[in-house]
Each structure stands twice: as C-alpha cells, then as structure tokens.
C-alpha cells in the first residue's frame, strides 16, 4: 500500500509562493487519483485540487483557481502543488490524499492521507 509524504509548507508573506510536494513511498501513484485538502483552525478538511494518476485529468477547486496548480511529475515520482498569490485565508494544514477512482472533492471518499504539512500566510 503507498504511503504519502507531503513537503514543502511553511511561513510566507502575502502575495509569495509555495510549492508543496507530495510523494508516493516505496511505488509509483498508478492507479491512484491524488488529491490536495486543507484544514484550517476550526474548519472541516477542504479540497483543493486534484489529479489522475496519469496527470492526465485535473481539477481545481473555485476558491484557489488561478493560483493553485496541481501537477504530476511521473518520473520521481511526486505531485506538487504550486502556490501562487498566496492569502492570509490560504493558511491551514495542507494533506495529499489517494483513492482508486476518479477525481472527487469529498473528503470521506479518499482513504490514503499523508500526515500533512502547515503553510502560514502573514499578513
């Protein structure tokens, strides 16, 4: 069974970039759907954005499009979140998370999840 290790989180200004890693240990991602959730302060685990196993699906929740990006590098193999244009708003404990099947926002859906990595937008 793969096991997920997010990287990559910590403390940036507003306005500044992130890219988070997620990584599959000990096997490749085939066939696994990976998604990207957060969880803020007293809020439930939000979907972020997702991505086919091949990369060749993706999708991006309303509230970050345009400056999130999920992609797939099958060579290492990872998927990364690139974050663009952070918010104060955007700070939350960021989680990879697998499921076989396609691409869907509910998190009860996704039974593999990394132990999360927390990201801080300052002000």
């Known amino acids: 069974q793969v096991q997920l290790v997010e990287s990559g989180g910590g403390l940036v200004q507003a306005g500044g970039s992130l890219r988070l890693s997620c990584a599959a240990s000990g096997r490749t991602f085939m066939p696994y759907t990976i998604a990207w959730f957060r969880q803020a302060p007293g809020k439930g685990r939000e979907f972020v954005a997702g991505t086919s196993w091949n990369g060749g699906d993706t999708y991006t929740s309303d509230s970050v499009k345009g400056r999130f990006t999920i992609s797939k590098d099958n060579a290492k193999p990872t998927v990364s979140l690139q974050m663009n244009s952070l918010k104060p708003e955007d700070t939350a404990v960021y989680y990879c998370?697998?499921?076989?099947?396609?691409?869907?926002?509910?998190?009860?859906?996704?039974?593999?999840w990394g132990q999360g990595t927390q990201v801080t937008v300052s002000s």
């Open positions: 998370a697998a499921r076989l099947g396609q691409i869907v926002v509910q998190r009860e859906n996704y039974g593999l």
